[in-house]
Structures are given as C-alpha cells and as structure tokens.
C-alpha cells in the first residue's frame, strides 16, 4: 500500500503492492490555451456543492472536465478541491483506493488509509470517514470520467462512502452516463444535484462571446443558427470555429476547400431540416486539445469576409464535415458494437424516432431497450417531452449519421425514407411525414400528406423550412394539386408579398375541381387574407367569404378537415371586419372561429383566434371577458406548447418566463386604456416585438394597432401633438381604413381644442373644418347600401360636437339610432357614450329626470366593467353630469367619485372620519372647486347664477371649516368628497 501520508504535496511514489500513484490523475488537466469563464455555470457548481452528491453527466465533449477544473480553481473558495481522474485501470481496488486516497490527502494531509488487500472495503470507507469528520473546511472530491467505473467491488465501496459521508465531505461526479451507483435514496432526501447536457449547454450570448474573442465576424443570427445545430455542444462550437477560421484564411480558388471532401448523400437532401453544406472542410484538428471556452484571440478576418460570404461558410458547417465526423468517428462511433453502429445510421433518417419505427427501419426487435440505453449512455441522443414522448438526435450527430448511410448504403436511403414517412404519418405527425416523404423524392405520398393534412401543415413549419419543402416539389403538382398551390400563397402571404400569392390561388381554384374534402373555404380564406394585406376590404369580398362559408348550409360539417377550413375562414373573416372597424361583427365570428377548430383539431390556430377574439372583445367594451379570455389561456401551462408560440414568444433569457403573444397584449393595453390606466398601456404597447417565426399574417396590422391604441393614449393624456404624429407616421407606413382611424381615435374628439381638430381627423387635407357650423363630413353616417354600415362612434362624436356647439336637440338626433339599437355597429361602449350624450342633452333641455335616468344607465353599463375612458372622454359636460345628477345615497356614487377624481388626476383616499352633511348643490359646487373655474363658469355649467354660486360656496367653506378655495379642495379631497 502506498504510504499516502507521504504524499503531502510531493511526488508520489509507488506503494508496497507496486501500483505506482500517477501525479497526473491528482489535479485538474492544464489548460494550454486561455479559458473563456462562464460565470453561470461557476456559480450553479457554487450552489450545487451544497449538498453531498452532485453528477454532471453529458455527452463527449460537453465542457464537463472545462467547468470543473475552472470552477475548482475559480470558485467561491468556500471549499477545499481534491481531483481525482478516473480510467479503466481504475477498477482494479488497487489502483483505485489508493488514489482517491492519494486526491483526498493533497487536502487533508493526515489521512492515512490501510490496503485495500488487507482490509474490507468497509474500513478503508470508515477510516476515510473517519479522517474528514474533524474538519472545519469541507472538502468537494472532483471524480472525473466516472463513466469508467463498472467494477461492482469499486461501485460497491462507492455506494457506502456515499451513504456514510460526514457533512465535510461532498462528491462531484462527471462523466459521459451516469455510473450504476444507488443515487436514488440521494435523490428523494434533496442530498444529490444532477446536472446534464442542457445545463452546460452554451447560450447565445455565451457562444457570441467565446467568437468574438476568436475574431471571427459572426453575428448575431449567426451565433443563433451554429447554437441551434450545435445544440449548444461545447466541442460542436469548437470545432465551428476551427472550421471557420480554416476557411475563412482558406485560398478560395483551392478546390480541395471549396467541393464536399468525401462525397455520399448530403445530410440536407435527406431531410429539409438540415442545413446545405456549401464549403469544403479543413483537415481534422485535434478537438480535445481546447474547448470553446478556449477562446483563441487571434484575429481570423484575413480576408475581411462580408456577411453574405460569412453565412454561406456558416451553413457550410454541417455534420458532413470532416472536422467533425472525425470527432464523432473517433470519441462515439468506433465505441459501439456493429449492431449500435447500424442501428444508429439506418434510424438516423427519422427525427423524432420512438421504438415502433426505430424497429421498423432497422429489424431490431429490442429497439426500445436500445434507445434507452442510448439516451442513458449520452450517446447524442435525448428523450424528446412530446406527444407521444420519443427521441431524437443531437443536430449535428444526425447530419454525420446521415451522411454516413449516405456513403455506406445509398441504395438503403430512399426505402428508409419512405417507410418513415408512412409510419409518420400514420402516428399522425405529417410535418413529419412530409419531410421524409420530400427527402425521399416520394412526390405522390408529399401531395396526399398536404391534402389530408391541409393547412395544419403549413403552420406547423417555419417559413423557411416549408419554402425548402416547396422547392423541391416538381413544378407540375403546383397546377394540380390544390393544397400545393395554396402552399405557395401561404409562402408568399407570410413574406409579405399578397400580390404574388394571387396565381398560386388561382391554380388552386382551377385544379379544386371535385377534390374531396373540397377546398374552396380554404382558398376563400387565403383570398380574403390577401385583400386585406393589399389594402381596405371590399364589401364583395367580404360576401364572397361568406357566400364560402355557406355552401354546406352554414351548418358545420362533421369532418374534421371541414371544421378547421371553415374556422380558418371564420378567422380570415374576424379579422377583416376588425380592420374595417366592424368589431361587433368581428368578435362574432372570431368566436365562431374558435369553436370551429377546436373541433378541427387544430390547437395552435385556436390559441391565435382565442387571443383575437379577447381583442375585439376589449374595443367592443366587454372588457372584463377580454381580461379573462387572456388571463386564462396565459395561466394554463400547456397552452405555449399547444399554440406553438403563437400566443406567447421565448423571452430573451435562456430561461426565462414566456411573454405573452403581442395580440394578447394589445387586448390588454385596450383594457387598461379604457379603465384610464395609462402608465399599463404604455407598458404593454412598449413590449411588444417582432413576431416569432411561425405565425400567421398579420405584422403589419399588429403594428397598426398598436400605433392607433398609443395614439388614443396620448389623447387621453393630453398630448395631442405626439399623437397626431402618431397617426402622420402610421398613415406612410400602413395607410389603414379611414373607417378603423376613426373608430380608435375620434372617440377623443371632443377633448381636441378647437384648433386640433383637423389633426384628430382622418390625415386628408381636404377634409371639412369641424369648427363649422356642420359637422366634418367623414363624421357623417353614409347612405351608400353597397358600402360597409355606418360606425356608431361617428354618431356619438357629432352629437359632442354638438353639445359643444350648445344644440342639444341635435346632439340626441344624432345618438338616437344608438339608443333604439338600430345603429348598424354599435359597441357597448358606444352605447354608454351615446347615453352620456344624451344625459347631457336633456339636462341642458330641462328634462332633469331623464337626464339623471340616461346617467344612472351609463353608469350601470359601465361599472362591472370599471370602463372609466368613455367618461373622461365625454369632457366638462359629463363632469357636469356627475357632479350634480348622482345623489350621496346612490349606489353608484363610489364608481362616479372615482371617475371624478380621474378629471382631476391627484385626488386622494378619504380618510374614513365622517363627513359633514352637504347638500346635493353645495357638493355639486364643491366638486368643480378642484378644476379653477371661475365662479362664473361653474355658475353656467350648473344653470346658476354667480351669487347663488358665492352662496352655496360660503356654506361650504363655514362646514369645512376653511376660509380659502384651496383648503376647501384639500379638505373635500380628504374627506372623499372629490
């Protein structure tokens, strides 16, 4: 046995049985080159060391032996580190024993350990035990390639000094797979700390870093694309950025750099998915001589690359490289038997793979014990959390396996790829099964998929996966096959250009013929989504859509396949009557919508019209169902999955919590600007970004919307100005519908001074100054049947013109079709601002009574909703109205006080002391105090004269107690009066 005692920092020497202690496995491996630190994973082996176990297990080349030697040496310092590098000579208890007892006394010197030959392996744990229990400081042993350890004596004695360790001793095991220790009882006690290959993963802004410090021009979308097929692999970024720097010093004339250097089938024929290898790759470098935390400063940029020639060499680095099939050869491949290695390339082809189609392409009767012994072993293969659960390969492994059957079994590629596309398929995973069917040339199985599939399909792939999918279709399915043809114009209606989707839709039209399920719905809702990303929808489009939606009777069919063509056309239908300001009729068939592809099966398009429907609902008034529509699809934790993103986006942390969708923030930036709460609005409208990649059309209104509703905001606020501007910019960009600028923003006509006005109104120079005598006539209901129906809000803004012009009689002329309900779209809301109208109108006509009725009517509307917006809009007069018409006793008093203190903008809580008795005139006087008014003016607003006005004032002010209008505010306020 070796005498450890004398191993106290010097060279160790060999023991009595020979074994000689190797210096080299008692210390972290030297680092040649600089370290990039990675903070985050310091401190999360910070934290972890806390508890007694902790296993990093991940895959070769993960960063494991990087992030433990730079932790041990780079730590808190709370701990003393013994290391111990572990190889298979280890399972000799020899060898083993005295080594880890050679780590733990570079730490703790007196520890002396006996034989392993002389003594149970339970006293060489005991006296282990035993030696560290004193201590004051704790001591973490680093073991580190425990993956070698298979020897049941070594695992054994393991498991006991695991069990018995005191608090000073803590373990830090990593390794490629978990070893066969009993980590189980660790686990459930909280005592054992497990991280893996997505905790070392690298993150976007750490690969940005590590290839910056390279001096390789990458940027930003770059990093995110060589992250994505990477998957974060430490030695996957590593050998990226040897075979950049390669290339990008590279001679472009040397065709040895430029061709693929070993031929077969490209990893990116087999599968859409993959990226193009363009670029030859350089010879193979040694991978385990750095990491990418090994940041190499030299600057590379010899040949000043531009961007478009630096994506190119970023696509260009592909499992097919030679760099990293060396890697892969080498550290994964020539470990595994025959059986595995063929196993591994034939099911290479199908991503995700469960064991049903694992067996089907390889013959293996025992696929499902194969895969789980792969996923065990990290051997690039994860456990994919889906429906049903399967798994699928490491990005960049899977191009190298492909490109090897590629090489090995060419003839294999095409039957390989076709019985994935059927079992796919079958499983009901027709993305899926059309990526293989197109990999495999399978045209005729392609064209069925997108049929029976239809547009669930098209959402289910990114933009540019289903633009690559597309491409390789031979040009004749295009002309016959309707579901291909309507692929194009979903391509091209998500990119912006509606203009070139119109002949793929009429291909579609003309080869329909008597397909079954017959996909004029479909095409009716691609029809209509490109009119209005063209510009305002026509009435004839509108009625065409629904002329589609009525072939069966308007009774929704039992198929599937029907219910969600006709809830995609029920959407398309929603939203342009949203962007024609038809809300109520929008929200109407929003809803329909949802009930439609629910019933369809179709998850993610049901989460998009959800959040739409929540929109129409919060500018129609129903605010308090607009809330709990968004509250309830956010809080249900299966909904991100379900929709695809559409209705939340990543946040920008690794991570961090979802956000929500911009849709279901516009709903609630509308909620909270209606209930004047400007400082949400703001807050919302501010976060609101770019949309994911997959989602369906409509950036551009998104964007629309969020400009009319900060507009309205800065109405609210008083900041005219800023919102004209608002309109000025949005009217270059997007030029929405008059009709849509109308119903956001001249809600809030009638708080524009006089000589705002015209920048209120739709930006026509040419429209009528609404300081004349009539009002503007873009204000005017239209008499042309052929054109949409005349907005409600129109109405209620002419009749606050009139009001402020002092004609009551026609300000109820003009909100009269709103009250009786035969105005064609009126909202909730503008039923309250018409009522709020019409109180003001009859007080100034004397009808008191009915004024206080129509008041008590808005209020009741209003309250369940805390809508506090269409009052302030309505300005002095319903200020007026409150002030005076809601007695003390009444139970709106509290909703109208607070709508009172919004005029004033600085109220404060009363106190709870009571109050003094007031009557109802001297409280309506004391309300206008906070205002400054001049007596005067609150005597005309009031129908007073200035003395009675000076009377009720004096009364007030002997009540108070105070003898200046200021005290009297600050006392009313107090007291809760104001």
């Avoid at 959040?611 to 909904?639: F, K, M, Y």
């Avoid at 993103?645 to 909270?672: F, M, N």
């Avoid at 606050?800 to 779209?825: K, Q, Y």
């Avoid at 369940?864 to 200020?879: E, K």
Wanted: aromatic share 4%.
């Amino acid at each position: 046995m070796t005498a450890v005692a004398d191993a106290r920092g010097s060279t160790p020497r060999p023991g009595d049985d020979g074994c000689a202690l190797l210096a080299g496995k008692l210390a972290p491996p030297r680092l040649h080159v600089a370290v990039l630190p990675r903070t985050r994973i310091q401190r999360r082996i910070d934290r972890a060391v806390q508890r007694r176990a902790v296993s990093i297990i991940a895959p070769a080349g993960s960063g494991k032996t990087v992030a433990c030697a730079s932790w041990s040496t780079d730590g808190d310092g709370a701990h003393d580190v013994a290391w111990l590098t572990l190889d298979s000579e280890d399972n000799r208890p020899r060898r083993f024993w005295p080594h880890l007892a050679a780590a733990l006394g570079r730490v703790h010197p007196s520890l002396r350990v006996p034989a392993p030959d002389r003594a149970p392996t339970m006293d060489l744990v005991g006296e282990i035990v035993e030696a560290v229990s004193g201590r004051d400081r704790p001591i973490v042993l680093v073991m580190d390639d425990v993956h070698e350890l298979d020897r049941p004596e070594i695992l054994h004695g393991l498991d006991l000094l695991l069990r018995h360790a005191p608090p000073q001793l803590r373990l830090l095991l990593s390794g490629r797979r978990r070893p066969a220790l009993q980590l189980s009882r660790l686990r459930v006690s909280g005592d054992l700390v497990e991280m893996g290959a997505e905790d070392l993963a690298w993150t976007e802004s750490e690969a940005a870093e590590y290839f910056r410090a390279a001096g390789l021009p990458v940027d930003t979308k770059q990093v995110a694309e060589l992250v994505r097929r990477t998957g974060g692999w430490s030695t996957g970024l590593r050998l990226a950025c040897l075979w950049l720097k390669d290339r990008n010093g590279a001679d472009p004339r040397d065709p040895d750099r430029r061709d693929p250097d070993r031929g077969g089938v490209n990893p990116g024929d087999m599968d859409p998915e993959s990226a193009d290898p363009e670029s030859a790759d350089p010879e193979s470098a040694d991978p385990e001589s750095a990491d990418p935390e090994s940041a190499d400063p030299e600057t590379v940029n010899r040949r000043g690359l531009g961007r478009g020639e630096m994506e190119r060499l970023v696509r260009g680095f592909t499992g097919n490289s030679r760099i990293v099939g060396d890697y892969f050869r080498d550290e994964v491949i020539s470990r595994q038997d025959p059986e595995i290695r063929r196993f591994l390339l034939r099911t290479s082809i199908a991503s995700p793979l469960d064991a049903e189609l694992a067996g089907a392409l390889t013959g293996t009767a025992d696929a499902a014990r194969i895969l789980d012994r792969l996923s065990r072993e990290n051997c690039f293969l994860e456990t994919i959390d889906a429906d049903p659960p399967g798994y699928g390969f490491q990005p960049l492994f899977r191009e190298f396996l492909q490109a090897e059957l590629g090489r090995e079994s060419p003839e294999d590629v095409p039957h390989l790829l076709r019985e994935a596309a059927r079992r796919h398929r079958s499983n009901g995973r027709p993305l899926d099964a059309l990526r293989a069917a197109v990999a495999g040339a399978d045209w005729g199985h392609a064209a069925e998929i997108l049929a029976e599939d239809d547009v669930r399909v098209l959402l289910r792939a990114g933009d540019g996966e289903l633009s690559a999918i597309l491409a390789r279709l031979p040009p004749e399915l295009t002309s016959t096959t309707p579901m291909v043809a309507l692929a194009h114009a979903w391509i091209r209606l998500i990119t912006g250009d509606p203009d070139a989707a119109g002949p793929y839709l009429e291909a579609a039209e003309r080869s329909a013929g008597t397909v079954e399920p017959h996909p004029g719905r479909l095409i009716a809702a691609l029809n209509l989504l490109r009119v209005w990303m063209s510009g305002d929808c026509a009435p004839e489009d509108l009625s065409t859509a629904r002329q589609a939606l009525r072939r069966t009777g308007g009774v929704p069919s039992p198929s599937a396949a029907e219910r969600r063509a006709a809830g995609c056309l029920l959407l398309a239908l929603g939203l342009a009557h949203a962007w024609n300001a038809e809300f109520v009729s929008a929200g109407t068939a929003l809803r329909r919508a949802v009930r439609e592809l629910e019933a369809g099966d179709f998850p993610a398009l049901t989460g998009f019209a959800t959040a739409c429907a929540a929109l129409a609902d919060a500018i129609r008034g129903d605010l308090t169902g607009a809330e709990e529509t968004i509250g309830a699809v956010q809080s249900d934790p299966a909904r991100p999955e379900e929709t695809g993103g559409l209705l939340r986006t990543p946040a920008s942390a690794p991570d961090g919590p979802l956000r929500p969708h911009p849709i279901a923030d516009l709903a609630l930036a509308w909620v909270h600007l209606e209930r004047d709460e400007p400082a949400d609005v703001h807050r919302l409208l501010d976060r609101i970004e770019p949309w994911p990649r997959r989602r369906p059309p409509g950036e551009g209104p998104v964007s629309a919307f969020a400009t009319l509703i900060r507009a309205r905001a800065l109405v609210a606020e008083g900041e005219t100005a800023a919102a004209r501007s608002c309109l000025a910019e949005l009217h270059r960009r997007r030029r929405p519908p008059t009709r849509l600028i109308q119903a956001v923003t001249l809600l809030d006509v009638a708080w524009f001074p006089a000589a705002d006005l015209p920048g209120a109104l739709p930006l026509d120079p040419t429209a009528p100054n609404p300081t004349a005598p009539e009002p503007p006539a873009a204000l005017k209901p239209t008499t042309d049947e052929a054109g949409p129906s005349p907005l409600a809000s129109n109405a209620v803004a002419v009749g606050r013109l009139h009001l402020m012009r002092n004609d009551p009689a026609r300000a109820l002329a003009a909100v009269r079709d709103c009250l009786s309900g035969t105005a064609g779209e009126t909202r909730p809301l503008d039923s309250i601002a018409a009522l709020l109208v019409a109180s003001a109108a009859h007080r100034r006509l004397g009808a008191v009574s009915l004024s206080a009725e129509l008041l008590d009517q808005a209020l009741e509307l209003a309250e369940p909703h805390r809508a506090r917006r269409v009052f302030l809009d309505g300005g002095r007069s319903v200020r007026s109205l409150l002030t005076i018409l809601v007695p003390p006793n009444d139970p709106r008093l509290p909703f109208g006080t607070e709508i009172l203190r919004r005029f004033e903008r600085g109220a404060v809580n009363p106190q709870g002391e009571e109050a003094p008795s007031l009557t109802q005139c001297e409280l309506a006087v004391l309300r206008f105090l906070p205002s400054h008014m001049t007596n005067k003016e609150i005597a005309e607003d009031l129908f007073l004269s200035v003395n009675t006005v000076k009377t009720h004032l004096r009364s007030v002010y002997r009540k108070l107690g105070v003898t200046t209008r200021r005290e009297a505010i600050n006392q009313a306020a107090r007291r809760g009066f104001v």
